[in-house]
């Protein structure tokens, strides 16, 4: 193949970036970024890690892959010569590895003063557990969001790992990114972004902090507005087992509800929080007639807020999704769009995910302008699968 700088079309084209790779966090927020337009060049261990690569990990696309051997020093001044022409580089190891590497903050700066350097962790890079193994759910256990998560007053119950890792994780590593790239072009000076899951999942949950501060709310699990502790907000079950979700908060889109449902006259009214276990069995029983799809035909579209709870395969064929493009088949992957969307500069996806660590070694290292390539190569200092 033949890679070539500046292939993006998002607003980011002509922003460089290297990627020391990681896995989870930090790589999505490269996605984000190469999805946006910049050129990043991700740079992976020889045989790649765990949990990180292959031709269906969509957390890849965008970007070409080159292994280096970090442990080798030439290696590592290649990887400095690419951060001399770059603005970002993003790393997501434990604190103090990449300043052991050669390759910390103080280093990369000394050969690019304008470069924001980002760093993708759980814990922070410090605190006590800063040297600590964590995953997801352990930084989101700490910063109080965890166990407000669920319906079931016995447990919480984890989300997968959308809150941590991508909630308060990436998003908040790219935000700090796009913040340092523009105060860098006033300043001209670079800047160490400490971007930790404890910090962002905090900062996200701040509604709940507001919640807590005014003294409506309660430290327990379905007993507030937004975590099921009321009948129209809540997810039903329908007569073939599947369940649809039900956000009807506002009195006009509850009316609508109710209306849509055929139980206004019986149902009892929003203002009557004693009544509302006699609401959610109303709710409950009449949801319960039909079928999921019958009561999509019936409520989709209208005020009452209501929506089917659906799998990401049937979400792919969504009506609603397809008109929006949400989800399109590149290089034979299904996978989702770019975005947000941008009027003038809108963003298309460019390479599909490596099938392996290195596939674009010998083009990648040429088109950032580095010499000798074949070179290291055969010293094994580079590696071409």
Request: proline residues 6%; hydrophobic residues 40%.
């Amino acid at each position: 193949m033949t890679y070539e700088l500046g292939q993006g079309t998002g607003p980011l084209r002509g922003v460089k970036v290297v990627e020391i790779a990681g896995i989870g966090p930090g790589p999505h927020a490269c996605m984000i970024l190469a999805d946006l337009g910049a050129d990043v060049i991700r740079i992976e261990r020889p045989g790649g890690q765990a949990l990180a690569g292959g031709a269906t990990m969509l957390l890849n696309r965008g970007r070409p892959s080159v292994a280096l051997n970090l442990k080798d020093p030439q290696a590592v001044a290649t990887v400095l010569e690419l951060v001399r022409t770059a603005d970002v580089v993003i790393e997501g190891m434990r604190p103090g590895v990449t300043e052991r590497l050669g390759l910390g903050p103080e280093d990369c700066l000394a050969v690019n003063e304008r470069i924001v350097y980002g760093r993708m962790t759980g814990w922070g890079q410090d605190g006590p557990l800063a040297q600590a193994a964590g995953h997801d759910m352990n930084y989101i256990a700490i910063t109080g969001a965890l166990q407000m998560m669920g319906q079931d007053k016995a447990r919480p119950h984890f989300p997968s790992n959308l809150v941590g890792d991508f909630g308060g994780g990436s998003t908040y590593l790219v935000i700090g990114i796009l913040a340092a790239l523009l105060e860098a072009r006033l300043s001209g000076k670079g800047q160490v972004i400490d971007a930790a899951i404890v910090d962002g999942t905090a900062h996200l949950n701040a509604m709940s902090a507001a919640f807590l501060a005014s003294g409506g709310y309660t430290e327990e699990r379905a007993a507030n507005l937004l975590d099921g502790g009321v009948p129209f907000y809540d997810i039903y079950e329908t007569s073939d087992g599947k369940h649809l979700s039900v956000g009807s908060l506002e009195p006009q889109f509850f009316d609508a509800l109710v209306t849509t449902l055929g139980v206004k006259e019986t149902c009892p009214g929003q203002g009557e929080p004693e009544r509302y276990d006699e609401m959610r069995g109303v709710l409950t029983d009449t949801f319960r007639t039909r079928t999921q799809a019958e009561w999509v035909e019936i409520f989709e579209g209208t005020d009452a807020c209501v929506a089917g709870i659906i799998p990401l395969t049937e979400a792919v064929e969504h009506p609603h999704m397809k008109a929006r493009g949400v989800f399109v088949e590149h290089e034979g992957l299904v996978q989702p769009t770019p975005a947000p969307r941008f009027s003038r500069t809108p963003p298309t996806l460019t390479l599909p995910p490596p099938r392996a660590a290195g596939e674009h070694t010998r083009e990648a290292l040429a088109a950032w302008g580095i010499d000798g390539v074949d070179d290291l190569v055969q010293r094994g200092v580079a590696v071409q699968t």
